[in-house]
């Protein structure tokens, strides 16, 4: 990672939020119930995937994966950088891009709305991270 922080679309972007969420005494008491695993899906041109695993909001791995295949998770969340983008700017709601299905959503959704403050919460912390973009 470089001096300046995270970069969009790599994964110091996802490492970076890890090292936010599990220093964050809120987050404890939000993310209490979160145990799950989560896929991001950066479509081309970056074509990535972020691997993370939460077990009761302590998130326990942060990986870069080479296929959708290589570890099983509990969400998949697919989208164009362009959308990624839009929401680590606040210029797209996270809950509008997945409304409208610009973010796709492949998992359990009945525990994403119950979890809906904590999983709001992730998101916020990760806008709050400033990425450098290309």
């Not at 695993?37 to 970056?46: A, D, F, G, H, T």
Request: proline share 6%; charged share 20%.
């Amino acid at each position: 990672m470089s001096s300046e922080g995270p970069v969009f679309g790599t994964l110091s972007l996802y490492q970076a939020m890890a090292d936010a969420l599990n220093s964050d005494p809120a987050w404890v008491e939000k993310g209490a119930n979160i145990t799950a695993s989560m896929v991001y899906n950066y479509l081309p041109p970056i074509g990535r995937l972020f691997y993370l695993n939460f077990d009761h909001g302590k998130i326990t791995e942060v990986a870069e994966l080479a296929s959708e295949d290589e570890k099983p998770a509990d969400y998949l969340i697919t989208g164009s950088p362009d959308v990624w983008r839009a929401v680590f700017k606040k210029e797209l709601k996270p809950t509008t891009a997945m409304a409208t299905g610009k973010l796709k959503v492949k998992g359990k959704q009945t525990y994403l709305l119950k979890n809906m403050a904590a999983f709001s919460y992730i998101l916020e912390v990760m806008t709050g991270l400033d990425p450098a973009y290309d």
